[in-house]
């Protein structure tokens, strides 16, 4: 309760939810004695991937036995996701002396919710002198509130396609535009560009990036993957082959996420071996991304039909989800809730092989699009229905033995989904 009631003064410090400027975050961290500065980390910027990319660096350093501090966002269920140190997560209690400390220092000054959250971040971050940080960029990352360090170890450069256009000008909503938001300040030290959705992108990345003189490792370029049979795929970068068993998680996208991963720690000199990248990627913890169901309420509602969640509510998350469920030889049915601001016909157009589609309203989310109007955009796909809700929605999808059911469409719903399970 305590922690909750801190957090609800944080969010009315500034009337914009995002205003996208460094002046705030960098006034606040002078006060801490620019904490940001004492620190050695690796920042994920992209669109699509960082947390996924986050995670599987976070496991194979946490195999090493190398104490990392992790920052991401959005949390799905609790907002300790966001702060991690020393491997762990802060529990309640100090995560509220921390915020309690630097909202006596912000004195109640203007200051949006993430970048006070970023100043807790670097705050507690300064702290830990010798762990590796990694930060996770918001959206865009040139007036991003975690865009105020003045060196890094390396910046990793995800999958970036079209998303969030709303807080673009209509003729600036293009991908070059994106990508020169996203990689235009990137600082001098070393770039891993991982697999992106068109050449187009890839080619945008490195004409914008062309002037960084950092040390530049693209995929295709300079570091790629295939897939073998017997359960392992192959690694390959300019120190050699490395074989590599299938990843805990799932998803054909997963392992380009796992190689750029890979390809950031085999660039970086931090007495990484080969055995903590095999152990690692086994071990990789991802909430709300292409996450099985396997026991709680909702999965008991589908019985012994596979139950999974999944946060994609962009144009290339569909992609590649519907990219992994063409994989499986099964009916598939989806639950989708989105938010308003999000392309709701792109994003349906890569349903192809789907059964039935449900939309259903999140109700957590004012800022959401209602699942009766949502079903009215889908409704060229065929077997689309309205439900209110997740449950009445999972009651009405007739599932046989062997059909799976998906829930995806928003990190907000996934956070519902696994609340309610």
Known sequence: MKLQKILSRFQKLHPK???????????LCKKLGNPQDKIKAISVVGTNAKNSTINGIFSILKEANLKCNVYTSPHILKINERFIFNNKELCDDEL????????????NKPITFFEILTACYFYKAAQ?????????????????????LRENLASVVTSISKDHLDWLEKDEQTIEKIVFEKTSSLLKSNIIVAKQSTKETMDCIKKTISQNQSNKVFFNDDFNYSVNENDFFYYEDK???????????????????????????????????????????????????????????????????KLIVDGSHNEDGARVLNEYLQTLDCNKHVIISMMANKQHEKYISYFKDV????????KTQPNSIRGKD????????????????????????????????????????????????
């Open 17 to 27: 939810e995002i205003d996208l400027s460094l002046d705030r975050i960098k006034d």
């Open 239 to 305: 120190l050699g082959g490395l074989k590599l068993p299938m990843p805990n998680i799932l998803g054909q996208f997963q392992l380009e996420n796992i190689s750029t991963a890979v390809a950031t720690l085999r660039t970086l000199n931090l007495g990484i071996k080969d055995e903590h990248i095999q152990r690692g990627i086994t071990k990789i913890s991802s909430l709300a991304r292409l996450q099985e169901i396997k026991s709680g309420k909702l999965k008991e509602l589908v019985k012994n039909n």
């Open 355 to 362: 059964s039935s589609i449900t939309t259903i309203d999140l």
């Open 374 to 421: 949502l079903k009215e955009k889908f409704k060229s796909m065929p077997n689309v229905q309205y439900q209110p809700s997740i449950e009445q929605a999972i009651k009405s999808i007739k599932l046989k033995e062997g059909d799976l059911l998906l829930i995806t469409g928003s990190l907000y719903g996934a956070a519902e989904v696994l609340s309610l399970n």
């Open 128 to 148: 830990y002198p010798g762990n590796t940080n990694l930060i996770e960029a918001g959206l865009f990352h040139r007036f991003d509130a975690t865009n105020i």
């Open 96 to 107: 509220a002396d921390l915020f309690e400390e630097i909202e006596s220092i912000n004195d």
